[in-house]
């Protein structure tokens, strides 16, 4: 399984990026998949999900800002970010679980100059 992260960059306040997780090796609809962040020194957190059948849920600190979405043709979930703040700049992950397996990827900065 292979998970591939991109999209991170740096941005003004305000603006947005859009990070992307591709896979293979994995039956991409059997799976939840969820983006994580974590900065240097803290616990990783988590940021939002979508569920098997296109659930989404975010954390209260991204609601209304951040959007997930997911494509099985091309087997990649999207994690659209608008009105960035300074406090998003951390190391973005994606996960893709199904008990009992679970995968990471790389991670990818996301930078946010005030």
């Known amino acids: 399984v292979q998970l591939q992260a991109s999209g991170g960059g740096l941005v003004q306040a305000g603006g947005s990026l859009r990070l992307s997780c591709a896979a293979s090796g994995l039956i991409f609809d059997d799976y939840a998949i969820g983006w994580f962040r974590q900065a240097a020194g803290r616990q990783r957190e988590f940021v939002s999900n979508i569920t098997r059948l296109g659930v989404a ?5 991204v609601q209304g800002r951040f959007f997930i979405s997911k494509d099985s043709a091309r087997n990649t979930v999207y994690l ?9 700049t951390v190391v ?3 996960n893709y679980k199904r008990w009992p397996d679970e995968y990471w990827g790389q991670g990818t900065q996301v930078t946010v100059s005030s």
């Not at 849920?57 to 600190?61: E, G, K, L, N």
């Not at 659209?80 to 998003?88: A, R, S, T």
């Open 57 to 61: 849920h975010y954390a209260d600190s």
């Open 80 to 88: 659209q970010m608008n009105n960035l703040k300074p406090e998003d």
């Open 92 to 94: 973005y992950y994606c």
